[in-house]
């Protein structure tokens, strides 16, 4: 079993994910794990990488498959007894225009950015050893979402005892909605990504409480962070900023030195906690 420290960056083959892979790579004292659900675009995207003169090491993931969690989670577990960092960025996000029924859009949505990062979550969050870091790639969306929620809403989303099971029934009562056609009538906002980012950070902060309940002494910090209005595929051309620049705050959180004791358990953009 090696003893090096490990990283892993799930949706790593392009945008933000592979920033975040680049910067860790001349960062972070270890191994670092791209990632990416097809194998010939994640091995494309190492290569790319090599020819900078860089590192990384490829293992494929797509966070909609359990089986395929699962494998990775195998693979850290017997060459590294664990993994030290862990940046959930892999997400999803229809388009403005895009036609497809609202239904729909909110079922696929949340079942990647939401219910995916979750199941990654509960496989890879008990490796994680002493001192590691978990940075979970949310969005400043989730902040002008939550703003356009229900009183109601806000007050369970905002709350600081919401349980993983009640969100889950929330993130689940929201897709339901859309399929009733009720959504807006229930007290949710009218955008899929939104609402699936609400439940990245509400999760976030679910899981930063228990690991000060469980593994209090273990000097793990976990954090939400929106990267900012990033150039990929995903958000556009007109966006403000370069996918180096997205992945400044995500590797800031990921690299918190071994001394910090904070941030844990917020929401950051541009490396500065801001309200939720």
Known sequence: MSSIPVAVVTGANKGIGF????ALCKQFPGDVYLTARDPGRGQEAVAKLQKEGLHPLFHQLDIDDLQSI?????????????????????????????TTPFAVQAEVTLKTNFFGTRNVCTELLPLVKPYGRVVNVSSMVSS????????????MFRSNTITEEELVKL????????????????????????VSKIGVTVLSR???R????????????LNACCPGWVRTDMAGPKATKSPDEGAETP????LLPADADGP????LSNKTVRTW
Request: glycine share 10%; with cysteine; aromatic share 8%.
């Open 19 to 22: 920033a975040i892979v680049r």
């Open 70 to 98: 699962k494998a990775l989670r195998d693979f850290l577990q017997e060459k590294y007894g664990g993994l030290n960092v862990l940046v959930n960025n892999a997400g999803i996000a229809f388009k403005v225009l895009d």
């Open 144 to 155: 002008s979402a939550l703003a356009g929620c229900s009183q109601e809403l806000q007050q």
């Open 171 to 194: 993130m689940t009562k929201f897709v339901e909605d859309t399929k009733k056609g009720v959504h807006e009538k229930e007290g949710w906002p009218n955008t899929a990504y939104g």
């Open 206 to 208: 679910i899981q930063a």
């Open 210 to 221: 228990m690991i000060n309940e469980k593994r209090k002494g273990d000097h793990i910090l």
């Open 251 to 254: 590797v800031y959180l990921a």
């Open 264 to 267: 844990h358990g917020q929401f």
